[in-house]
Protein backbone atom coordinates (compact mmCIF):
# COMPACT_ATOMS: atom_id res chain seq x y z
CA UNK A 1 0.00 0.00 0.00
CA UNK A 2 1.24 3.30 -0.74
CA UNK A 3 1.76 5.82 1.96
CA UNK A 4 -1.25 8.17 2.06
CA UNK A 5 -3.91 5.53 0.49
CA UNK A 6 -6.93 5.05 1.77
CA UNK A 7 -7.23 1.55 3.30
CA UNK A 8 -10.98 -0.18 3.32
CA UNK A 9 -11.26 -3.00 6.33
CA UNK A 10 -12.24 -6.06 4.67
CA UNK A 11 -15.02 -8.34 6.32
CA UNK A 12 -12.63 -10.81 7.51
CA UNK A 13 -9.79 -8.97 8.85
CA UNK A 14 -12.20 -6.87 10.81
CA UNK A 15 -13.48 -10.39 11.87
CA UNK A 16 -10.34 -11.56 12.68
CA UNK A 17 -9.46 -8.38 14.63
CA UNK A 18 -12.67 -8.79 16.80
CA UNK A 19 -12.08 -12.35 17.44
CA UNK A 20 -8.22 -11.65 18.87
CA UNK A 21 -9.48 -8.75 20.95
CA UNK A 22 -11.72 -11.28 22.49
CA UNK A 23 -8.74 -13.78 23.32
CA UNK A 24 -6.71 -10.94 24.04
CA UNK A 25 -6.87 -7.14 23.98
CA UNK A 26 -3.57 -6.19 24.82
CA UNK A 27 -2.31 -8.08 21.60
CA UNK A 28 -1.03 -6.00 18.58
CA UNK A 29 -3.10 -7.48 16.03
CA UNK A 30 -6.30 -6.40 17.59
CA UNK A 31 -5.61 -2.66 17.96
CA UNK A 32 -5.03 -2.70 13.77
CA UNK A 33 -6.11 0.66 12.73
CA UNK A 34 -8.23 1.15 9.57
CA UNK A 35 -6.15 4.00 8.14
CA UNK A 36 -2.66 4.43 8.46
CA UNK A 37 -2.94 8.41 8.42
CA UNK A 38 -4.96 9.13 10.58
CA UNK A 39 -4.42 11.91 13.58
CA UNK A 40 -6.71 9.79 15.85
CA UNK A 41 -4.73 9.97 19.16
CA UNK A 42 -5.45 8.21 22.18
CA UNK A 43 -4.03 9.25 25.81
CA UNK A 44 -0.87 6.69 27.32
CA UNK A 45 1.55 7.66 30.53
CA UNK A 46 3.95 9.23 28.40
CA UNK A 47 1.50 11.50 26.49
CA UNK A 48 -1.00 11.33 23.58
CA UNK A 49 0.01 8.57 20.73
CA UNK A 50 -1.70 7.51 17.45
CA UNK A 51 -4.38 5.27 17.72
CA UNK A 52 -3.03 1.42 16.56
CA UNK A 53 0.53 2.49 17.52
CA UNK A 54 2.82 0.09 19.86
CA UNK A 55 2.40 2.72 22.67
CA UNK A 56 -0.81 3.04 22.53
CA UNK A 57 -2.13 -0.24 23.57
CA UNK A 58 1.41 -1.43 25.43
CA UNK A 59 2.06 1.98 27.58
CA UNK A 60 -1.43 1.98 30.04
CA UNK A 61 -2.11 5.29 31.03
CA UNK A 62 -2.91 3.88 34.26
CA UNK A 63 -0.81 3.21 37.41
CA UNK A 64 0.40 0.04 38.95
CA UNK A 65 -2.09 1.11 41.86
CA UNK A 66 -4.68 1.32 39.61
CA UNK A 67 -7.66 -0.06 41.50
CA UNK A 68 -10.28 -1.98 39.41
CA UNK A 69 -13.65 -3.34 40.65
CA UNK A 70 -17.03 -4.87 39.28
CA UNK A 71 -20.14 -5.53 40.05
CA UNK A 72 -22.27 -7.76 37.49
CA UNK A 73 -23.87 -9.95 39.65
CA UNK A 74 -27.85 -8.31 38.71
CA UNK A 75 -27.35 -10.38 35.66
CA UNK A 76 -27.00 -14.20 35.71
CA UNK A 77 -24.12 -15.69 33.84
CA UNK A 78 -23.01 -18.56 32.07
CA UNK A 79 -20.17 -21.39 32.64
CA UNK A 80 -18.65 -21.42 29.19
CA UNK A 81 -18.83 -18.41 27.01
CA UNK A 82 -20.05 -17.93 23.93
CA UNK A 83 -17.43 -18.09 21.53
CA UNK A 84 -19.50 -17.83 18.13
CA UNK A 85 -20.71 -14.62 18.78
CA UNK A 86 -19.12 -12.35 15.82
CA UNK A 87 -21.55 -9.19 15.46
CA UNK A 88 -24.46 -7.41 17.51
CA UNK A 89 -27.88 -8.01 16.82
CA UNK A 90 -30.38 -4.77 15.25
CA UNK A 91 -32.07 -2.75 17.48
CA UNK A 92 -34.43 -2.95 19.44
CA UNK A 93 -33.44 -5.88 21.20
CA UNK A 94 -37.02 -5.89 22.45
CA UNK A 95 -40.50 -4.62 21.54
CA UNK A 96 -42.80 -2.79 23.45
CA UNK A 97 -46.28 -2.12 22.42
CA UNK A 98 -46.07 1.35 19.85
CA UNK A 99 -46.85 4.81 21.70
CA UNK A 100 -50.43 6.08 21.31
CA UNK A 101 -50.78 9.63 20.12
CA UNK A 102 -53.46 11.82 20.93
CA UNK A 103 -56.66 12.20 18.76
CA UNK A 104 -56.54 15.80 18.53
CA UNK A 105 -53.44 16.88 16.46
CA UNK A 106 -53.03 19.51 14.22
CA UNK A 107 -51.43 19.38 10.90
CA UNK A 108 -48.33 20.75 11.35
CA UNK A 109 -48.27 18.55 14.68
CA UNK A 110 -49.13 15.19 12.49
CA UNK A 111 -46.43 15.96 9.95
CA UNK A 112 -43.78 16.47 12.53
CA UNK A 113 -44.48 12.60 13.70
CA UNK A 114 -45.22 10.99 10.31
CA UNK A 115 -41.75 12.87 10.21
CA UNK A 116 -40.41 11.52 12.87
CA UNK A 117 -41.52 8.10 12.64
CA UNK A 118 -39.37 5.05 12.02
CA UNK A 119 -39.20 1.26 10.85
CA UNK A 120 -36.56 -1.18 11.89
CA UNK A 121 -34.67 -0.62 9.14
CA UNK A 122 -34.32 3.03 9.81
CA UNK A 123 -33.84 2.81 13.27
CA UNK A 124 -30.27 1.17 12.35
CA UNK A 125 -29.58 3.15 9.96
CA UNK A 126 -29.93 6.10 11.75
CA UNK A 127 -27.67 4.17 14.40
CA UNK A 128 -25.21 3.28 11.93
CA UNK A 129 -24.97 6.81 10.57
CA UNK A 130 -24.19 8.79 13.57
CA UNK A 131 -21.67 7.03 15.29
CA UNK A 132 -18.55 10.01 14.97
CA UNK A 133 -22.04 11.46 17.07
CA UNK A 134 -21.67 15.63 17.68
CA UNK A 135 -18.84 15.61 14.46
CA UNK A 136 -22.08 14.08 12.53
CA UNK A 137 -24.68 16.57 11.33
CA UNK A 138 -26.84 13.47 11.01
CA UNK A 139 -26.67 13.11 14.83
CA UNK A 140 -27.50 16.66 15.34
CA UNK A 141 -30.80 16.87 12.66
CA UNK A 142 -32.08 13.46 14.34
CA UNK A 143 -32.09 14.92 18.02
CA UNK A 144 -33.67 18.14 17.03
CA UNK A 145 -36.97 17.19 17.66
CA UNK A 146 -36.74 13.72 20.28
CA UNK A 147 -35.84 14.07 23.43
CA UNK A 148 -32.48 12.07 24.12
CA UNK A 149 -31.29 10.36 27.31
CA UNK A 150 -28.75 12.88 28.62
CA UNK A 151 -32.12 14.94 29.89
CA UNK A 152 -35.04 13.09 30.77
CA UNK A 153 -34.91 13.53 34.11
CA UNK A 154 -34.80 17.39 33.49
CA UNK A 155 -37.61 16.88 30.94
CA UNK A 156 -39.90 14.77 32.96
CA UNK A 157 -39.55 17.22 36.32
CA UNK A 158 -39.94 20.39 34.37
CA UNK A 159 -42.89 22.64 35.10
CA UNK A 160 -42.95 26.32 34.08
CA UNK A 161 -41.08 28.15 31.19
CA UNK A 162 -42.00 26.20 28.04
CA UNK A 163 -41.42 27.70 25.34
CA UNK A 164 -38.07 28.74 26.12
CA UNK A 165 -37.18 25.02 27.24
CA UNK A 166 -38.55 23.89 24.11
CA UNK A 167 -35.79 25.83 21.73
CA UNK A 168 -32.65 25.14 24.39
CA UNK A 169 -33.58 21.34 22.90
CA UNK A 170 -34.29 21.97 19.55
CA UNK A 171 -31.54 24.41 19.30
CA UNK A 172 -28.97 24.30 22.02
CA UNK A 173 -25.97 26.46 22.05
CA UNK A 174 -23.06 25.23 21.45
CA UNK A 175 -21.54 24.45 24.87
CA UNK A 176 -17.98 23.35 25.73
CA UNK A 177 -16.38 23.44 29.10
CA UNK A 178 -13.58 22.16 30.81
CA UNK A 179 -15.89 18.80 32.91
CA UNK A 180 -17.13 18.13 29.22
CA UNK A 181 -13.52 18.21 27.29
CA UNK A 182 -11.88 16.11 30.23
CA UNK A 183 -14.93 13.53 29.56
CA UNK A 184 -14.35 13.44 26.07
CA UNK A 185 -10.95 13.39 26.32
CA UNK A 186 -10.57 10.44 28.56
CA UNK A 187 -14.10 8.40 27.66
CA UNK A 188 -12.07 5.95 24.77
CA UNK A 189 -9.56 5.16 26.79
CA UNK A 190 -12.24 4.18 30.14
CA UNK A 191 -13.64 2.09 27.34
CA UNK A 192 -10.31 0.08 26.68
CA UNK A 193 -9.17 0.15 30.36
CA UNK A 194 -13.00 -1.41 30.79
CA UNK A 195 -12.51 -4.12 27.99
CA UNK A 196 -8.76 -4.88 29.20
CA UNK A 197 -10.16 -4.99 33.06
CA UNK A 198 -13.21 -7.30 31.74
CA UNK A 199 -10.61 -9.47 30.18
CA UNK A 200 -8.26 -10.04 32.83
CA UNK A 201 -11.20 -10.97 35.35
CA UNK A 202 -12.24 -13.63 32.88
CA UNK A 203 -15.36 -12.10 32.00
CA UNK A 204 -14.06 -10.74 28.49
CA UNK A 205 -16.09 -8.17 26.91
CA UNK A 206 -16.47 -6.77 22.96
CA UNK A 207 -16.76 -3.17 22.95
CA UNK A 208 -18.51 -1.47 19.70
CA UNK A 209 -18.96 2.14 18.48
CA UNK A 210 -22.46 3.42 18.59
CA UNK A 211 -24.53 6.34 17.60
CA UNK A 212 -27.52 8.10 18.07
CA UNK A 213 -30.43 5.21 18.75
CA UNK A 214 -34.17 6.11 18.02
CA UNK A 215 -37.08 4.20 20.01
CA UNK A 216 -38.88 2.74 17.50
CA UNK A 217 -42.29 1.75 19.65
CA UNK A 218 -41.66 5.82 20.40
CA UNK A 219 -39.55 7.44 18.13
CA UNK A 220 -40.10 11.00 19.55
CA UNK A 221 -37.43 9.65 22.20
CA UNK A 222 -33.57 8.74 21.25
CA UNK A 223 -30.14 7.81 23.23
CA UNK A 224 -26.35 8.66 22.31
CA UNK A 225 -24.73 5.35 23.85
CA UNK A 226 -21.07 5.44 24.90
CA UNK A 227 -21.21 2.20 23.29
CA UNK A 228 -22.90 -1.49 22.42
CA UNK A 229 -21.13 -4.29 24.47
CA UNK A 230 -21.39 -8.16 23.99
CA UNK A 231 -20.38 -9.95 27.44
CA UNK A 232 -19.74 -13.51 26.12
CA UNK A 233 -20.39 -14.95 29.31
CA UNK A 234 -23.25 -13.45 30.50
CA UNK A 235 -26.73 -15.28 30.12
CA UNK A 236 -27.73 -12.21 28.14
CA UNK A 237 -24.91 -11.38 25.98
CA UNK A 238 -25.93 -8.18 24.55
CA UNK A 239 -25.86 -5.17 26.49
CA UNK A 240 -24.82 -1.43 26.72
CA UNK A 241 -22.25 0.70 28.26
CA UNK A 242 -22.08 4.31 29.81
CA UNK A 243 -18.97 6.11 30.78
CA UNK A 244 -18.32 9.18 33.06
CA UNK A 245 -15.20 10.52 33.91
CA UNK A 246 -15.82 12.81 36.94
CA UNK A 247 -13.10 15.76 36.86
CA UNK A 248 -12.99 16.90 40.33
CA UNK A 249 -12.31 13.30 41.72
CA UNK A 250 -9.65 12.59 38.59
CA UNK A 251 -7.20 11.86 41.51
CA UNK A 252 -8.83 9.44 43.87
CA UNK A 253 -10.95 6.09 43.05
CA UNK A 254 -14.56 5.84 42.52
CA UNK A 255 -14.91 4.37 45.72
CA UNK A 256 -12.99 6.74 47.93
CA UNK A 257 -15.12 9.44 45.85
CA UNK A 258 -18.24 7.78 47.65
CA UNK A 259 -16.98 9.96 50.54
CA UNK A 260 -17.95 13.07 48.79
CA UNK A 261 -22.70 13.22 49.82
CA UNK A 262 -22.42 15.10 46.34
CA UNK A 263 -21.01 12.71 44.16
CA UNK A 264 -23.25 10.51 41.90
CA UNK A 265 -22.15 7.07 43.19
CA UNK A 266 -22.90 6.26 47.19
CA UNK A 267 -20.86 3.47 49.03
CA UNK A 268 -22.62 0.77 49.75
CA UNK A 269 -20.40 -1.68 51.45
CA UNK A 270 -16.31 -2.02 51.36
CA UNK A 271 -15.39 -2.16 48.05
CA UNK A 272 -19.03 -1.96 46.29
CA UNK A 273 -20.75 1.49 45.70
CA UNK A 274 -23.38 2.13 42.95
CA UNK A 275 -25.03 5.16 40.61
CA UNK A 276 -27.48 6.74 43.12
CA UNK A 277 -31.01 5.89 41.91
CA UNK A 278 -32.25 9.47 41.93
CA UNK A 279 -29.73 11.26 40.45
CA UNK A 280 -30.05 12.14 36.79
CA UNK A 281 -27.68 9.69 35.39
CA UNK A 282 -29.87 6.74 36.59
CA UNK A 283 -32.57 8.17 34.05
CA UNK A 284 -30.09 8.32 31.35
CA UNK A 285 -29.03 4.56 31.72
CA UNK A 286 -32.81 3.54 32.13
CA UNK A 287 -33.11 5.52 29.35
CA UNK A 288 -30.90 4.13 27.15
CA UNK A 289 -31.67 0.24 28.30
CA UNK A 290 -35.61 1.19 27.79
CA UNK A 291 -35.11 2.84 23.89
CA UNK A 292 -32.87 0.22 22.88
CA UNK A 293 -34.77 -2.53 24.00
CA UNK A 294 -31.63 -4.14 25.83
CA UNK A 295 -31.72 -5.92 29.44
CA UNK A 296 -28.47 -3.89 31.24
CA UNK A 297 -25.67 -1.35 31.02
CA UNK A 298 -22.45 -1.29 32.42
CA UNK A 299 -22.20 1.99 34.40
CA UNK A 300 -18.52 2.79 34.10
CA UNK A 301 -17.21 5.61 36.14
CA UNK A 302 -13.72 6.14 35.16
CA UNK A 303 -10.58 8.03 36.74
CA UNK A 304 -6.57 8.19 37.44
CA UNK A 305 -7.09 6.36 39.84
CA UNK A 306 -9.49 3.67 39.29
CA UNK A 307 -12.45 1.97 37.30
CA UNK A 308 -15.54 1.06 38.61
CA UNK A 309 -18.35 -0.71 36.59
CA UNK A 310 -21.43 -1.22 38.00
CA UNK A 311 -23.94 -3.34 35.84
CA UNK A 312 -27.24 -2.02 36.16
CA UNK A 313 -30.85 -4.23 34.98
CA UNK A 314 -33.25 -2.57 33.35
CA UNK A 315 -36.03 -2.09 35.95
CA UNK A 316 -39.38 -1.92 33.39
CA UNK A 317 -41.58 0.19 36.68
CA UNK A 318 -38.75 2.93 36.40
CA UNK A 319 -38.66 3.32 32.93
CA UNK A 320 -42.96 3.03 32.34
CA UNK A 321 -42.81 6.05 34.75
CA UNK A 322 -40.06 7.72 33.22
CA UNK A 323 -41.75 7.66 29.82
CA UNK A 324 -45.24 8.01 30.99
CA UNK A 325 -43.70 11.64 31.99
CA UNK A 326 -42.05 12.57 29.20
CA UNK A 327 -44.77 11.48 26.72
CA UNK A 328 -46.70 13.54 28.50
CA UNK A 329 -44.18 16.19 28.61
CA UNK A 330 -44.18 15.86 24.93
CA UNK A 331 -47.37 16.37 23.90
CA UNK A 332 -49.14 18.57 26.07
CA UNK A 333 -45.43 21.49 26.28
CA UNK A 334 -43.35 20.74 23.16
CA UNK A 335 -45.16 19.23 20.44
CA UNK A 336 -46.87 22.59 19.59
CA UNK A 337 -43.23 24.36 19.43
CA UNK A 338 -41.60 21.42 17.73
CA UNK A 339 -43.95 21.40 15.01
CA UNK A 340 -44.10 25.17 14.64
CA UNK A 341 -40.34 25.15 14.02
CA UNK A 342 -40.59 22.06 11.72
CA UNK A 343 -43.16 23.32 9.76
CA UNK A 344 -41.16 26.55 9.09
CA UNK A 345 -38.28 25.29 8.21
CA UNK A 346 -39.39 22.74 5.90
Not at 7 to 33: C, Q, R, W, Y
Not at 47 to 59: F, H, K, R
Not at 263 to 284: I, N, P, T, V
Request: hydrophobic share 35%.
Amino acid sequence: MKPGSSHTVPANEASLKSELAIIDPNMGFAHLHKCINSSQTTQTKYGETPVGSLLSYQVSFTESSFSAEADLTVVPRNDVLYGNITSYPRIPLSNENPMVTPQELSTEEAALLLHLSVDEDKVNTIEASTREQSESEIWKKERTYRFTSSSFQLIAKRQRNHAAFAHSIMHPKPFTSKYVAHGMKYEPLALQEYEKFMFSRKTPVAVLKSGFVVSQAFPVLGASLNAKVIDFGCSICFGLAEVKCPHTKFHVTPLEACSDPNFFMEKLSEGKCRLKRDHAYYAQVQGQIGVTGAKWCDFITYTSKGIYIERIAFDPAYWENLKTELLRYYFEHFLKFASADFNSSA
